[in-house]
Nanobody, 125 residues
Framework: QVQLVESGGGLVQAGGSLRLSCAASGLTFSRYAMGWFRQAPGKEREFVAS????????GYADSVEGRFTISRDNARNTVYLQMNSLKPEDTAGYYC??????????????????WGQGTQVTVSS
């Protein structure tokens, strides 16, 4: 059974930074592309970033490009999301997810089959 546990969320002032972690178990982590998504109250879940199995390629939403960095450590079964220059509009629950098939990154939530419980990020102005 796949289990994903996110951590690292919290309250931060605009312009600050946070680093999210997602620890995975119950799967051969190095065989799966991973992704981060977020959902704000009253809004649909949206793509944030995704990374290939090797970590050699990644994709980002336009809204976070240049501010967020996704990375992974296959030895630790963990994917990270470094978030810099945070803005109030980044406030949301952040969720990591495992891509069902394929080794490359994806921005489509339908490509992902297992999801974590999420960690809350709140950015104050």
């Amino acid at each position: 059974q796949v289990q994903l546990v996110e951590s690292g969320g919290g309250l931060v002032q605009a312009g600050g930074s946070l680093r999210l972690s997602c620890a995975a178990s119950g799967l051969t982590f190095s065989r799966y592309a991973m992704g981060w998504f977020r959902q704000a109250p009253g809004k649909e879940r949206e793509f944030v970033a995704s990374i290939s199995v090797s970590g050699s390629s990644a994709g980002y939403a336009d809204s976070v490009e240049g501010r967020f960095t996704i990375s992974r450590d296959n030895a630790r079964n963990t994917v990270y999301l470094q978030m810099n220059s945070l803005k109030p509009e980044d406030t949301a629950g952040y969720y990591c997810a495992v891509r069902k098939y394929g080794s490359t990154w994806s921005r489509d939530p339908a490509d992902f089959g297992s999801w974590g419980q999420g960690t809350q990020v709140t950015v104050s102005s």
